[in-house]
């Protein structure tokens, strides 16, 4: 039987905590440092009350530690990683490969920032013991398929929902080149949603104040089913920096999808336990998005970007019918319901993207604050980027989570011998023990086995009760004890001698069609995400063969600021693939912000990349 984890984000402990409620088998959260969202760190208190909320549902905690680690803070991270254990975290998701040499007691997935697109990445990466592997997002069905043949010890991950990045993740300094804030050191400024120029060799505009490099969110839930035959078993919504109301939204969605396709298939079973009772209905659409894209699953559709804004523009609603003085009447499409403090939007004739609120909904007839935007015309799209009523239902309690209890009650149970009583007992135990209140529980089935007609106290009950539904005292899970074995230790072999299965089985890899960045026949060139910060990580990496740039945070390399699958050419209809012929342009092309510096582009067309080289 396969296990079918979906995998929600959290900001904080709270949103954890609903993230669970609505459906998620795991949750991946950040602690107090080294995640790749600074924005979006939690003490390890919180992270501790989240393993406890989790353990009755079965649901795992998976901590962020994904940036790159500098060399001074390589012991504050071995420290770190082993509060976690205590506080009964089941994985970290990591990016620096000196994990693999500290002493950390906990499973290791490979965070998407380590540039997870191959099948020999997939082999490595199972060769040295990690569990979970977090697939780049721009993997297609059949390249997933080819990974997970390659390596199907590996449980692999992909995300399914949230905003994207332009760039391979790991593989993105421009935040680093332009702003000194690292992407790898959870900083990311967000160079892809700026406004550019792009610029021809003869010095043209082709494109003016455009976001040329922002992207459409993700959403793949028409095709869940297929990533589950490719080999995907971990769904991930992208989102540690979302608030809660879009995680409840998102999550519950997918939870309601992926039951879909269980309930219906015999060789899948959930990852966690528990019945879910919503009191909405989820619909993605209605949280925050930029349009879908399902972005190169099933190849390049061309549906990618969103070069007009790289703000929030939602779910469509309708046209514009009729206007007048202050309000506007809506064409809206079925099913659609407008609200008091609704926020619409629209794109003008420029393409801009305009907003207004709605102060008063009568049906189709909304009233604004205001008078009528310019530029709304008869016929023009309408779209809701904020959903008052989804809002307001969403921050109140929306969902429940509940585990049937069957209960036998036998002698054995009782800590005491009682009287025997004088009426019928078997009313008031049922009354008592079907009084669960806000455990995770509700009783399914009570089989009242006594040998006698027991007088007991309904306080007594009360504490059987407590003692049959209480979860014990939280502690790391069992499995989770042992480290892994290319790690250093006591009881655990060098990683030079665990990678020598691997550089043994390197003729195999290049029978399944090994390729190299560097061209070589060994692991040399092998790509991996970020670069290296510290001494450990650049022991891992020779003692495989790679070859690593030195991270642009602690030095410098020749690396481009963006290795990209997007591609403008094809955005903009100019694929020579496609097209048979050479752009209609001269290049070499180049972005130009309005501050005047500018970054060249190259097309490499025998990987189907562009990449964004600095200015």
């Not at 499409?333 to 609704?342: C, I, Q, R, S, W």
């Given at each position: 039987?396969?296990?079918?984890?979906?995998?929600?984000?959290?900001?904080?402990?709270?949103?954890?905590?609903?993230?669970?409620?609505?459906?998620?088998?795991?949750?991946?959260?950040?602690?107090?440092?080294?995640?790749?969202?600074?924005?979006?760190?939690?003490?390890?208190?919180?992270?501790?009350?989240?393993?406890?909320?989790?353990?009755?549902?079965?649901?795992?905690?998976?901590?962020?530690?994904?940036?790159?680690?500098?060399?001074?803070?390589?012991?504050?991270?071995?420290?770190?990683?082993?509060?976690?254990?205590?506080?009964?975290?089941?994985?970290?998701?990591?990016?620096?490969?000196?994990?693999?040499?500290?002493?950390?007691?906990?499973?290791?997935?490979?965070?998407?920032?380590?540039?997870?697109?191959?099948?020999?990445?997939?082999?490595?990466?199972?060769?040295?013991?990690?569990?979970?592997?977090?697939?780049?997002?721009?993997?297609?069905?059949?390249?997933?398929?080819?990974?997970?043949?390659?390596?199907?010890?590996?449980?692999?991950?992909?995300?399914?929902?949230?905003?994207?990045?332009?760039?391979?993740?790991?593989?993105?300094?421009?935040?680093?080149?332009?702003?000194?804030?690292?992407?790898?050191?959870?900083?990311?400024?967000?160079?892809?949603?700026?406004?550019?120029?792009?610029?021809?060799?003869?010095?043209?505009?082709?494109?003016?104040?455009?976001?040329?490099?922002?992207?459409?969110?993700?959403?793949?839930?028409?095709?869940?089913?297929?990533?589950?035959?490719?080999?995907?078993?971990?769904?991930?919504?992208?989102?540690?920096?979302?608030?809660?109301?879009?995680?409840?939204?998102?999550?519950?969605?997918?939870?309601?999808?992926?039951?879909?396709?269980?309930?219906?298939?015999?060789?899948?079973?959930?990852?966690?336990?528990?019945?879910?009772?919503?009191?909405?209905?989820?619909?993605?659409?209605?949280?925050?998005?930029?349009?879908?894209?399902?972005?190169?699953?099933?190849?390049?559709?061309?549906?990618?970007?969103?070069?007009?804004?790289?703000?929030?523009?939602?779910?469509?609603?309708?046209?514009?019918?009729?206007?007048?003085?202050?309000?506007?009447?809506?064409?809206?499409?079925?099913?659609?319901?407008?609200?008091?403090?609704?926020?619409?939007?629209?794109?003008?004739?420029?393409?801009?993207?305009?907003?207004?609120?709605?102060?008063?909904?009568?049906?189709?007839?909304?009233?604004?604050?205001?008078?009528v935007p310019a530029g709304l015309s008869l016929a023009t799209p309408l779209f809701r980027n904020q959903d008052a009523a989804l809002d307001a239902r969403l921050s109140k309690p929306s969902a429940e989570r509940r585990m049937p209890l069957d209960i036998v009650l036998t002698d054995d149970l009782l800590e005491q011998t009682y009287e025997l009583a004088r009426t019928p007992q078997e009313e008031n135990i049922r009354r008592q023990m079907s009084r669960l209140g806000d455990t995770p529980y509700y009783l399914r089935s009570l089989d009242i086995r006594f040998s006698q007609n027991w007088f007991i106290p309904s306080s007594h009950l009360?504490?059987?009760?407590?003692?049959?539904?209480?979860?014990?005292?939280?502690?790391?899970?069992?499995?989770?004890?042992?480290?892994?074995?290319?790690?250093?230790?006591?009881?655990?072999?060098?990683?030079?001698?665990?990678?020598?299965?691997?550089?043994?089985?390197?003729?195999?890899?290049?029978?399944?069609?090994?390729?190299?960045?560097?061209?070589?026949?060994?692991?040399?060139?092998?790509?991996?995400?970020?670069?290296?910060?510290?001494?450990?990580?650049?022991?891992?990496?020779?003692?495989?063969?790679?070859?690593?740039?030195?991270?642009?945070?602690?030095?410098?390399?020749?690396?481009?600021?963006?290795?990209?699958?997007?591609?403008?050419?094809?955005?903009?209809?100019?694929?020579?693939?496609?097209?048979?012929?050479?752009?209609?342009?001269?290049?070499?092309?180049?972005?130009?912000?309005?501050?005047?510096?500018?970054?060249?582009?190259?097309?490499?067309?025998?990987?189907?990349?562009?990449?964004?080289?600095?200015?």
């Open positions: 039987m396969r296990r079918i984890e979906l995998l929600a984000p959290a900001r904080d402990l709270e949103t954890g905590r609903q993230a669970i409620l609505h459906g998620a088998d795991a949750v991946y959260i950040g602690g107090p440092g080294f995640g790749a969202r600074q924005a979006a760190g939690n003490s390890l208190e919180d992270i501790a009350a989240l393993c406890a909320f989790a353990k009755p549902y079965g649901v795992r905690i998976y901590v962020t530690v994904n940036t790159l680690i500098y060399e001074d803070e390589l012991r504050e991270v071995e420290s770190l990683t082993q509060s976690l254990y205590q506080c009964g975290v089941s994985a970290l998701i990591v990016q620096d490969l000196a994990l693999l040499r500290l002493d950390c007691p906990l499973p290791l997935h490979a965070s998407t920032q380590m540039d997870n697109r191959s099948p020999e990445k997939a082999r490595l990466l199972q060769q040295l013991g990690y569990e979970q592997m977090v697939l780049a997002r721009e993997l297609s069905l059949d390249e997933i398929r080819a990974i997970h043949a390659a390596a199907p010890e590996i449980t692999l991950e992909a995300f399914v929902h949230g905003a994207l990045c332009v760039s391979y993740s790991g593989r993105c300094q421009a935040s680093q080149h332009c702003f000194q804030r690292s992407a790898n050191r959870g900083q990311c400024a967000q160079f892809c949603r700026l406004a550019f120029d792009l610029v021809d060799a003869d010095g043209r505009i082709l494109e003016h104040d455009r976001h040329l490099l922002s992207l459409r969110d993700m959403n793949r839930s028409a095709s869940l089913e297929e990533m589950i035959d490719a080999g995907v078993s971990s769904f991930k919504i992208e989102g540690r920096l979302k608030d809660v109301a879009y995680v409840k939204n998102v999550t519950a969605y997918y939870r309601r999808e992926l039951d879909r396709i269980i309930a219906r298939r015999s060789d899948l079973e959930r990852s966690s336990q528990g019945e879910h009772t919503f009191q909405f209905t989820p619909n993605p659409e209605r949280s925050f998005n930029r349009h879908f894209t399902e972005y190169f699953l099933h190849g390049r559709q061309g549906d990618e970007h969103c070069h007009y804004t790289p703000k929030a523009i939602g779910e469509p609603i309708g046209k514009v019918q009729t206007t007048g003085s202050g309000w506007i009447d809506v064409r809206l499409l079925p099913g659609v319901a407008l609200a008091n403090g609704d926020g619409l939007c629209f794109f003008d004739a420029d393409h801009r993207l305009q907003g207004f609120r709605v102060n008063r909904a009568e049906g189709s007839r909304v009233f604004l604050v205001g008078s009360a504490a059987l009760k407590r003692k049959i539904v209480s979860p014990s005292p939280s502690e790391p899970p069992a499995e989770l004890r042992h480290p892994s074995p290319c790690r250093e230790g006591e009881n655990a072999p060098a990683v030079k001698d665990a990678l020598a299965t691997f550089r043994g089985n390197l003729p195999s890899l290049q029978g399944e069609g090994w390729r190299s960045s560097a061209g070589g026949s060994d692991g040399e060139g092998l790509e991996m995400g970020g670069g290296l910060s510290n001494h450990l990580a650049r022991e891992v990496a020779a003692a495989l063969g790679l070859s690593m740039p030195t991270a642009l945070e602690v030095g410098s390399n020749d690396e481009p600021l963006m290795r990209c699958r997007y591609c403008l050419r094809h955005a903009l209809g100019q694929c020579p693939r496609e097209t048979g012929h050479a752009p209609s342009w001269r290049e070499p092309l180049a972005l130009r912000l309005p501050d005047g510096r500018s970054f060249p582009l190259k097309f490499d067309c025998s990987r189907c990349e562009m990449l964004v080289l600095p200015s």
